[in-house]
């Protein structure tokens, strides 16, 4: 997995590329992140990436040029049938569905916006794909690019201990249901314990309880789903 980010602030990933699965699998060669530094293009002297909006309001908007810039040397990192993503809460909403497409994709381009947005010429000169993780308003796109990333990267071969992990998690590969609950020791804690069919060793009996959990738990939590 290769992906490269355009961003004002790089060094607001390092806690991601440096810890837990996603640092393992850095140092292990699987995983692969760059970036590109939008303020690179800046313009004059000081290297400026933004300007107040045409028909006045607030904040500032990401002029084009710096960020068709930025994008074009991000994409000339990675092959043909890269895809090239811009986080914004107007875009494709982010599920598990979309990430075992990009999860199978040759490259990502990632574009982090900030303040009021981008020049909408980069969006249709570029055509970049809009995606959202969710029906809020963040500071900037660094944040919902690391949610990415992070989804990404886990379903990639050899990044996570068990390769049967990503199919049993919530909205994993079959039915799409949320997770069944889990256990571990000690048998009790503070009065409650642990459902008998799981200490029993019958593997086709836990099997059943777990699926019928995780229709349960759907059914309530998320009947969406289920539809």
Do not use: C
């Not at 045409?54 to 930025?70: H, K, T, W, Y």
């Not at 500071?139 to 992070?150: F, I």
Request: proline share 7%; hydrophobic share 40%; aromatic share 6%.
């Amino acid at each position: 997995m290769h992906a490269t980010v355009v961003t004002l602030f790089p060094a607001l990933f390092a806690p991601l590329l440096e810890q837990s699965v996603f640092g393992r699998a850095i140092r292990r060669g699987l995983v692969r992140v760059d970036f590109v530094d939008l303020r690179t293009f800046g313009e004059g002297r000081h290297r400026v990436v933004d300007d107040r909006p045409f028909g006045g309001g607030p904040g500032m908007v990401l002029m084009a040029e710096p960020v068709l810039n930025a994008l074009d040397a991000a994409r000339a990192r990675h092959p043909r049938g890269a895809r090239t993503l811009y986080l914004t809460p107007q875009g494709r909403r982010l599920d598990q569905a979309l990430v075992r497409e990009l999860a199978e994709a040759p490259g990502l381009v990632l574009l982090s916006g900030r303040y009021e947005g981008v020049d909408e010429r980069v969006l249709e000169l570029a055509k970049p794909e809009e995606v959202s993780i969710g029906d809020y308003v963040l500071s900037g796109g660094e944040l919902a690019a690391m949610v990415l990333l992070d989804a990404v990267a886990r379903l990639r071969p050899g990044v996570l201990g068990d390769e049967q992990s990503p199919a049993q998690d919530s909205f994993g590969a079959g039915e799409g249901l949320l997770d069944h609950p889990h256990y571990t020791r000690p048998l009790e804690v503070r009065g409650l314990g642990v459902p008998e069919v799981l200490r029993g060793g019958n593997h086709a009996a836990i099997a059943a309880w777990r699926h019928e959990q995780a229709l349960r738990r759907t059914r309530e939590r998320r009947p969406d789903l289920l539809r």
